[in-house]
Nanobody, 124 residues
Framework: QVQLVESGGGLVQAGGSLRLSCAAS????????MAWFRQAPGKEREFVTA????????YYADSVKGRFTISRDNAKNTVYLQMNSLKPADTAVYYC?????????????????WGQGTQVTVSS
């Protein structure tokens, strides 16, 4: 089991920035990949980005590439999502997830543990 707690969500104007944090605890040794998903009202949960703990390879959905940056602090067992140039379409609940898979995957079923989510609202 891995416990994940997201923080940093809030309301921001279009074009602004936010940084989300995901603090992991518990059996973190079993988690190889950390990811961010998001879910807007009435829509399915979608992959945003993910990173491996080692060596830190990252992958981004096309919708956020160039605007979002995922990073991790291994010593703090924390993953961050820096979101720049935010758009109203980025409005969603953002979830942190952990996977025991070695490689990055974009499907929700391959992630074992999830955080409670943090709301990000981008106004126009």
């Amino acid at each position: 089991q891995v416990q994940l707690v997201e923080s940093g969500g809030g309301l921001v104007q279009a074009g602004g920035s936010l940084r989300l944090s995901c603090a992991a605890s518990g059996r973190t040794i079993s988690s190889k990949v950390m990811a961010w998903f998001r879910q807007a009202p009435g829509k399915e949960r979608e992959f945003v980005t993910a990173i491996t703990w080692n060596p830190g390879n990252a992958y981004y959905a096309d919708s956020v590439k160039g605007r979002f940056t995922i990073s991790r602090d291994n010593a703090k067992n924390t993953v961050y999502l820096q979101m720049n140039s935010l758009k109203p379409a980025d409005t969603a609940v953002y979830y942190c997830a952990a996977s025991s898979q070695t490689d990055i995957h974009v499907v929700t079923t391959l992630y074992d543990d999830w955080g409670q989510g943090t709301q990000v609202t981008v106004s126009s």
